[in-house]
T-cell receptor, first 114, second 111 residues
Framework: EAQVTQNPRYLITVTGKKLTVTCSQNMNHEYMSWYRQDPGLGLRQIYY???????DKGDVPEGYKVSRKEKRNFPLILESPSPNQTSLYFC?????????????FGDGTRLSIL | KQEVTQIPAALSVPEGENLVLNCSFTDSAIYNLQWFRQDPGKGLTSLLLIQSSQREQTSGRLNASLDKSSGRSTLYIAASQPGDSATYLC??????????FGTGTRLKVLA
């Protein structure tokens, strides 16, 4: 089944403790992206990747890191999480970000930073 | 800076009604517009994608239109059903790899 898989689905942690949210897709998509969703603000793009080893900042990249060492994986890293990063996070992929292919989303990761 | 607005934020309708959801954007320089459905606890499911050169797309009971010059898109749902209850989001692609989302319309279809 074609899908985007995020782990973990839920995480409660404390300020400053490094964490990684994994994202994997099995559709051989070139483009992958991370979003956060907050009430009243909608989805905002954090980082995206056009292909292996090629990443760029979205609208809200502060406090996050990403890497794209393999085509299927695009982990989101919070080096020193803070309470303002408490949010619902989504990973998405599409065949090509520069074309007219739809984005496919994972089921989301709910992060709570205390 | 591109802004995407969806009004109303919430909508309740009786089953069987035809309804229209609205999406407006401030800059007509878009590559495409995509409508999504989001169910509680789940990710977004793509419903329809309209390229900037297109005026509408249809899938089953859904029809999406795009008017770039006025900065508007509508999602028409025919003969609504309780299973259509969800949050509907629109998103515009504003650059090769950048997307701007609206805040969504939460739809409830009453049986």
């Amino acid at each position: 089944e074609a899908q985007v898989t995020q782990n973990p689905r839920y995480l409660i942690t404390v300020t400053g403790k490094k964490l990684t949210v994994t994202c994997s897709q099995n559709m051989n998509h070139e483009y992958m992206s991370w979003y956060r969703q907050d009430p009243g603000l909608g989805l905002r793009q954090i980082y995206y990747s056009m292909n292996v080893e090629v990443t760029d900042k979205g609208d809200v990249p502060e406090g996050y890191k990403v890497s794209r060492k393999e085509k299927r994986n695009f982990p989101l890293i919070l080096e020193s999480p803070s309470p303002n990063q408490t949010s619902l996070y989504f990973c998405a992929s599409s065949l090509s970000g520069g074309g007219n292919q739809p984005q496919h989303f994972g089921d989301g990761t709910r992060l709570s930073i205390l | 800076k591109q802004e995407v607005t969806q009004i109303p934020a919430a909508l309740s309708v009786p089953e069987g009604e035809n309804l229209v959801l609205n999406c407006s954007f401030t800059d007509s320089a878009i590559y495409n517009l995509q409508w999504f459905r989001q169910d509680p606890g789940k990710g977004l499911t793509s419903l329809l994608l309209i390229q900037s050169s297109q005026r509408e797309q249809t899938s089953g009971r859904l029809n999406a239109s795009l008017d770039k010059s006025s900065g508007r898109s509508t999602l028409y749902i025919a003969a609504s059903q309780p299973g259509d209850s969800a949050t509907y989001l629109c998103a515009v692609r504003v650059a090769a790899y950048k997307y701007i989302f609206g805040t969504g319309t939460r739809l409830k279809v009453l049986a």
